[in-house]
């Protein structure tokens, strides 16, 4: 079983910072895009930021300039810096972890966490 545990959520006022991190199974994070996806209250999920096994990095149009996602294959860790955090911000966050093998698909998600942007 592949495993990511997520940390970093919590309650930030409009402007703030956080950092989110995912750690994930050794054994699968170096050869997995990893991807940190969003879902508020009566919205579908959507992907905020990818990152690839290569470190090509993809991000939604609506956190360009403010999030950063990064990875260390060390610590099989990928990180979400969530800088002038909105209110819009506002939804659980889950890591996702994408491998691929001989034509397969693999996805994991975790457990999400809670990221509220409020004054």
């Known amino acids: 079983q592949v495993q990511l545990v997520e940390s970093g959520g919590g309650l930030v006022q409009p402007g703030g910072s956080l950092r989110l991190s995912c750690t994930a199974s050794?054994?699968?994070?170096?050869?997995?895009?990893m991807g940190w996806y969003r879902q508020a209250p009566g919205k579908q999920r959507e992907l905020v930021a990818a990152i690839t096994s290569g470190s090509d990095t993809n991000y939604a149009d609506s956190v360009k300039g403010r999030f950063t996602i990064s990875r260390d294959n060390a610590k099989s860790t990928v990180y979400l810096q969530m800088n002038s955090l909105k209110p819009e911000d506002t939804a659980v966050y889950y890591c996702?972890?994408?491998?691929?093998?001989?034509?397969?698909?693999?996805?994991?998600w975790g457990q999400g966490t809670q990221v509220i942007v409020s004054s």
């Open positions: 996702n972890s994408r491998t691929v093998i001989a034509g397969d698909v693999w996805d994991y």
């Open positions: 050794r054994s699968i994070f170096s050869i997995s895009a």
